[in-house]
């Protein structure tokens, strides 16, 4: 695959193809998202960009066979939460405020002005390695992303 990458790169510094042309076949010798020759190698995988936010509960193991026990299965596609940061900027000012106060009195301090569809990427970012779990003889908790 590196011999044809080089060829299409050669035809273009060449000016027998454009830029267009040398995109295009270069996006069929190495379809998007798939990582670069040698890559493997070099222990340099990236790691996917997560698709959904999971929460998931279910009994524990000595409420495993309950009846009355409850499951949750919750999977929020990213680009929904993408969506809510973006509609966090039509809030007014007002409404915001009243949002603020009603957090702090929790003991949350957190501005939601700080919401920015701006820092969408490196929340995702962040996102990618969360993971938390919690266990108890009653419940099994768990809010990763995949």
């Known amino acids: 695959m590196f011999e044809n990458r080089k060829k299409i790169l050669e035809m273009l510094a060449d000016n027998r193809i454009n830029a267009d042309e040398a995109y295009r076949l270069l996006s069929v010798v190495e379809p998007e998202g798939s990582a670069p020759e040698g890559a493997a190698e070099a222990g340099t995988t990236a790691k996917p960009r997560p698709k959904y936010l999971r929460v998931t509960v279910r009994p524990g193991p000595q409420h495993e066979h309950d009846d009355?026990?409850?499951?949750?299965?919750?999977?929020?596609?990213?680009?929904?939460?993408?969506?809510?940061?973006?509609?966090?900027?039509?809030?007014?000012?007002?409404?915001?405020?009243?949002?603020?106060?009603?957090?702090?009195?929790?003991?949350?301090?957190f501005d939601m002005r700080n919401l920015k569809p701006e820092g969408l990427e490196e929340i995702i970012e962040t996102l990618s390695e969360l993971e938390v779990n919690v266990a108890s003889a009653k419940e099994v908790v768990k809010v990763f992303v995949e």
């Open 68 to 109: 009355d026990a409850e499951l949750v299965n919750i999977r929020v596609p990213m680009s929904l939460i993408g969506s809510g940061i973006k509609l966090t900027s039509l809030i007014p000012d007002e409404a915001r405020a009243k949002v603020n106060e009603a957090l702090r009195e929790k003991g949350i301090d």
